[in-house]
């Protein structure tokens, strides 16, 4: 088990791995791919650099700079994060257990604009199934999403819920779903109801009658995560304390992911300060 796993190989998970690794913490960063930093071609904003430098060149940096270091440094997907008394990451094919966790995978993105989706959140729409399955014991729900995320919500609905249908909404599934799992690729028009959720209508005019919607799309932020843990988030943004701390001990969050100036510089602060909370906390336990 770790002392600390970062989820992110972003500038603010990175600047929080070089911290914690370097205060002699065992620390794990796992990341999927180069995060924002992916699009940005040149960056002349960042202190040290005489020449622009493109944003893939800085995450392949910080990243050799944090296995120097010492930190364990993990290329996969997470999809799920549950607490025992300490912390537990799933991906499709291995899990990770640490005694703390920093969120730091970037900004989240909003939920899809669908007619219906944000009226009825909580009356029938949800976006964690560990939470909220056993509300829709023996019901018809639905996933709304097409990857590894979306399969990892489904398996956690099957084994409560009456049947889970898929809604792509006009994607091509990525990954593989149960056989007992009806994928509809059509795209979807809105969600319907009277007081809660009913059904959902396609924009061919067909419609599928469900109790609950569970809204899985892409791959999962740090605020999907927040919210499955219990922590407090304000929209797409989690509420972190003066050392970046969520509202649940030992779960950090730092960069993009909590709002402010989206900016590597704010995001590596962020980070250290994360990292800082982080060490304090172990060294004290
Ligand atoms: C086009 C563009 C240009 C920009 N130009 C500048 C600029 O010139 N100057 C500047 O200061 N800022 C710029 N920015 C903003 C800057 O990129 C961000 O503020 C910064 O990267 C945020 O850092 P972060 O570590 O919070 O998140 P990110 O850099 O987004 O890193 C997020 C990390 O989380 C990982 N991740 C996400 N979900 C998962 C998951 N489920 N499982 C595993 N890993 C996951 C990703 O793989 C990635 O490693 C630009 C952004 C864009 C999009």
């Known amino acids: 088990m770790a002392d600390v796993i970062i989820l992110g190989n972003g500038p603010a998970g990175i600047s929080a791995a070089t911290y914690a690794a370097r205060a002699g913490l065992s620390t794990m960063v796992i990341g999927r791919d180069s995060g924002a930093l992916t699009k940005a071609g040149e960056i002349e904003n960042y202190y040290g650099f005489p020449s622009p430098v493109s944003g893939e060149q800085l995450v392949q940096n910080g990243i050799e700079q944090a296995s120097r270091l010492g930190a364990e440094m993990i290329s996969d997907e997470i999809v799920g994060i549950s607490y025992d008394g300490q912390f537990t990451m799933q991906s499709k094919t291995n899990e990770y257990r640490a005694a703390t966790v920093i969120l730091a995978t970037g900004a989240s993105r ?12 909580g009356k029938g729409v949800s976006y964690c199934a560990v939470c909220d399955a056993f509300f829709y014991r023996g019901k018809s729900v639905a996933v709304l999403g097409e990857g590894d995320y979306a399969l990892h919500e489904t398996m956690e609905l099957l084994p409560v819920v009456g049947s889970v249908a898929l809604l792509t909404n006009g994607k091509e599934p990525s990954v593989e779903f149960p056989k007992e799992v009806t994928v509809y690729k059509n795209e979807i028009s809105s969600f319907q109801g009277d007081t809660v959720l009913s059904s959902v209508v396609f924009k061919d005019g067909s419609n599928l009658p469900i109790s609950g919607v569970f809204i899985a799309v892409g791959v999962a932020g740090s605020s999907d995560f927040a919210k499955n843990l219990g922590a407090e988030t304000a ?17 950090y969050a730092a960069g993009d992911c909590t709002g402010g100036m989206l900016q590597i510089v704010k995001a590596a602060y962020d980070g250290a300060k994360a990292a800082m909370g982080v060490i304090k906390r172990i060294r004290t336990l």
């Open 110 to 121: 909003r939920a899809p604009k669908i007619q219906g989706l944000r009226e009825f959140e």
């Open 235 to 251: 929209g797409t943004t989690i509420v972190v304390d003066e050392n970046m701390q969520c509202t649940i001990p030992g779960l």
